[in-house]
Structures are given as C-alpha cells and as structure tokens.
C-alpha cells in the first residue's frame, strides 16, 4: 500500500449539506447573510480596538486577535461552501482539500488559546486588581499571542503533512461542506493509526488542557468574588467576564456536543449541523455578545460615532 501514489486521486466531491433543492436559494441567502455578518461585525471589533485608545488593553489585544480569528475561521470553509451551493460544483482538488484543512485547525486551535489568554488575563484582574498592570505586561501580552499563533501553526502544519502522507485510492466523496480531517481519514486506503494516536495526544493539548485552565482560572474567580460578596462586586465581575463566558460556552459547548457526544443514529446530520455551529454561528454572534453585553465596547462605539461629522 506504501507504494501507491498518492495522487490516485486529485479531487474530492464535497456532498455539502443535506438542503432538499427546492429550499436552496433560501439557506444560500440565509449563510450569505451571516457571513457578511460575520465579517462585518468581527471587522468592526477591530477597527475599533485599532481606533479607541481606550480600548489599548491586553482583554483587547486578545480580543482583537480572536475577532481576526473568527473572521478567518468562518472564511476558510463558507465561501467555499457558498460556491457549491450557488453554481452546484462540489469538487475541490486535493491541494485545496489540505490547504483547507490546514487553516481550519489553525484557526479553530488558534480560538482555543486566546481563550485561555482571556480567562487569564479576567483571572488577574479581579482576584489580583492592584498587581494587575505588573503581571500582565505588554511584553507578557505580546508573548501570550505569539505563543499562540506559533503552536496552533506548529499543530495544524503536522496534521496536515501527516494526511499529504496518506494514499486515497477510490472513494473520494466526503460526507460534509469541507474538507474535514475525520472524514478524511475514513477515505484513505492507508494504515491511519499514526494519525489517529496523534490526533488523540494533540486533542489534549489543544481542547482539553485549555478548557481546563479556563475552568480553573473562572474557579478561582468565583471563589475571590465570594469572599467580598457585594452586589456592585458581583455586578462589576459578571460585566466584565459576562461575554467571555458566553464566547467559551459557544465555543466548547458545539465541540462537546460533536465530539464528547456522538449519536449512532443520524450521525452525519449531526456532525454537519453542529459544525456549521461552531464554523458559522460561533464566530457571527461573537461580536454582538462583546458589543451588547461589554460596556467598554459600547462605550468606544460612542466616542468614535462622535468623532464623525455627519452634517456634510
């Protein structure tokens, strides 16, 4: 099998989703929509982080780098998506297919770190308010993002060098709307078990030690909150870790729900509605939940929409 040429097969067929042909034009403009959505408003969050000086904070470095991310992440599966759906070509070459696969796990794993950035960075301003500007340095902040987008690279360039390695033989369908690694790997004729093991030691490193670290860091927030249980204290700390919360639950809650919750029945169904959760819902509603529930953010959009001269 190690002799074959993996280039047997120089395309796949993306089945895309499962939308009977008349309700097409519909769901084309419904994701249409929320992608322009999604650009619009993730460019706007960092327009606004870019303008408001104000807003020249680490929360909002990381903030900002996480609007590009999303931005990124949504662009790297939907348009193709929109493609297929509009003029019916579901191919894809094979290049596309791992270039593809490349940028989604970069910048789905690249989310997963600023994250734990975030919770950090919520963790030292409130159980640590006077040493805050201390520990969390612009030279910490700068290294905290850097790291991240260098072991998300480092990740997602050995998955995919991993997959080129890989033969594909006959079957060249893919039961999604991209180029997914799992589904990838049930296509391929070759011996898969190295993929495997490293995807099973990489989860933990990506998913599950992050997650964790997030968990620890709102631990010990809580457990500080409650030792000064005041009503404004309560009030301060939910508006200033209220829409972090909400971007994690979205974020681990969709891949919880796909990976650590599989269904036997309707499987594929499932795997593709819960990755367009987290490919296009996730990053669309993240700038709305850090400008309705962030006041810092509102409050820039103020400044800015002042600064405006609207009697031309």
């Known amino acids: 099998m190690t002799g074959r040429n993996q280039s047997t097969i120089s395309e796949f067929l993306l089945l895309g989703l499962p939308i009977q042909p008349e309700h097409h034009n519909l769901f084309y403009a419904l994701f249409l929509t929320m992608y322009l959505t999604t650009v ?5 969050i960092i327009v606004l982080i870019r303008l408001d000086s104000h807003l020249h904070t680490p929360m909002y470095l990381f903030l900002s780098n996480l609007s590009f991310s999303d931005l990124c992440f949504s662009s790297v599966t939907i348009p193709k998506l929109l493609q297929t759906m509009q003029s019916q070509i579901t191919t894809i070459p094979y290049a596309g297919c791992l270039t593809q696969m490349y940028f989604f796990l970069f910048f789905g794993d690249l989310e997963s770190f600023l994250l734990v950035a975030m919770a950090y960075d919520r963790y030292v301003a409130i159980c640590f308010p006077l040493h805050y500007p201390t520990i969390m340095s612009p030279k910490l902040c700068l290294s905290l ?3 991240s987008w260098v072991l998300t690279m480092f990740h997602a360039m050995l998955h995919t060098l991993l997959m080129a390695r890989l033969c594909f033989c006959a079957e060249n369908v893919i039961p999604h709307f991209f180029c997914d690694m799992s589904a990838l790997l049930k296509l391929s004729c070759s011996d898969t078990h190295v993929n495997e093991l490293v995807i099973f030691i990489t989860a933990g490193l990506i998913l599950v030690i992050p997650f964790v670290l997030i968990v620890v860091s709102y631990g010990h927030i809580v457990s500080s909150i409650l030792k000064v249980p005041s009503v404004q204290g309560i009030r301060k700390a939910f508006s200033t870790c209220g829409s972090h919360l909400s971007v994690v639950s979205l974020f681990y809650g969709t891949i919880i729900g796909l990976y650590l919750c599989p269904s036997a029945n309707n ?6 509605v819960m990755a367009l959760m987290y490919t296009v819902v996730t990053p669309m509603l993240n700038p709305f939940i850090y400008s309705l529930r962030n006041r810092d953010i509102k409050e820039a959009i103020r400044r800015i929409l002042k600064k405006i001269p609207f009697n031309l």
Not at 40 to 44: A, E, K, Q, R, T
Not at 267 to 272: A, E, F, L
């Open 40 to 44: 619009l408003g993730n460019l706007i």
């Open 145 to 147: 993002v850097v790291l």
């Open 267 to 272: 499987s594929t169904v499932k795997d593709t």
